[in-house]
């Protein structure tokens, strides 16, 4: 892969591990405290909610589309030679966003399926919302650290080779 290739494939994985990033902290500082404040059925509906509104084109291309530059970008790197300027931090950025996807697909795909499978309603919502948090929101708190120290990384491979 040329050099003009990598640096837009380490772009583009830098952006859209910035904006995949960016909506996992605001998750994690303002949208799970404030359904932790609603009553456990509301919570869990707007959590079902949200999670259907994020299966949507915008986010996917973001989510998807950032793997597939991150993965293009090792893939680029293992064929190419990885003394390179900037070549172990552009894997090492690549590393940490495809970690964030994998995050993401391990852990917290499956337990918003959990939580759309199952109604909780009376006595039991609670119990049910409180292990959904307990499980999704620290996954959610390392995917956010991971895509947003993607970028730092990524950003400082571009420095390196500009």
């Given amino acids: 892969m040329s050099g003009t290739l990598i640096t837009a494939a380490t772009a583009t994985s830098a952006v859209c591990a910035g904006v995949a990033g960016g909506v996992y902290?605001?998750?994690s500082a303002i949208v799970m405290?404030?359904?932790r404040a609603?009553?456990?059925d509301h919570g869990v509906a707007a959590?079902?909610?949200i999670n259907t509104s994020a299966v949507r084109l915008p986010f996917m291309v973001v989510f998807f589309g950032g793997a597939a530059a991150s993965a293009a970008v090792v893939v680029a790197e293992l064929v190419s030679d990885a003394s390179a300027p900037g070549a172990a931090h552009r894997m090492a950025g690549a590393g940490l966003a495809l970690a964030?996807?994998?995050i993401t697909i391990v852990r917290n795909v499956p337990l918003n399926n959990e939580l759309a499978r199952n109604v909780p309603e009376?006595?039991?919502a609670a119990a049910r919302w409180s292990a959904f948090d307990r499980g999704w929101s620290p996954a959610n708190h390392v995917r956010a650290a991971a895509s947003l120290s993607a970028v730092v990384v990524f950003l400082d491979s571009l420095a390196r080779t500009g």
Wanted: glycine residues 12%.
């Fill in 33 to 35: 405290p404030a359904l």
């Fill in 38 to 40: 609603l009553p456990a």
């Fill in 122 to 124: 009376g006595v039991d």
């Fill in 25 to 27: 902290f605001a998750f």
């Fill in 47 to 49: 959590m079902r909610r």
């Fill in 100 to 102: 964030a996807f994998g």
